[in-house]
């Protein structure tokens, strides 16, 4: 019913930027909160970003200030703006979003399939 696909990963090297973009299709009403979420190997996913449909966004500590999470409603989409990038930002970068899908249930959460970031000279 609904899908996010996530685009823009790839290699850059370290100091480096990337946009990440990913898309929510199907049948739904609307879409609350957004974010990224990333897995490294080895490692537990962790939050990178989210935002609301409305007000603040959050970052984990490790990209305040390099990364930049934004939204358009109208197009379903979050982004992630990458800046000075690290080595060890490498991961599998995952879009996140609680979707209603109407209005008589509650939201679901939903995953994107993935986008690998390499960070690396």
């Known amino acids: 019913q609904v899908q996010l696909v996530e685009s823009g990963g790839g290699l850059v090297q370290p100091g480096g930027s990337l946009r990440l973009s990913c898309v929510a299709s199907?049948?739904?009403?609307?879409?609350?909160?957004m974010g990224w979420y990333r897995q490294a190997p080895g490692k537990q996913r962790e939050l990178v970003a989210t935002i609301p449909r409305g007000g603040s966004t959050n970052y984990a500590d490790s990209v305040k200030g390099r990364f930049t999470i934004s939204r358009d409603n109208a197009k379903n989409t979050v982004y992630l703006q990458m800046s000075s990038l690290k080595p060890e930002d490498t991961a599998v970068y995952y879009c996140?979003?609680?979707?209603?899908?109407?209005?008589?249930?509650?939201?679901?959460?939903?995953w994107g399939q993935g986008t690998q970031v390499t960070v690396s000279s």
């Open positions: 199907g049948s739904f009403v609307s879409i609350n909160a």
């Open positions: 996140n979003a609680d979707i209603r899908l109407n209005y008589f249930t509650p939201t679901i959460n939903s």
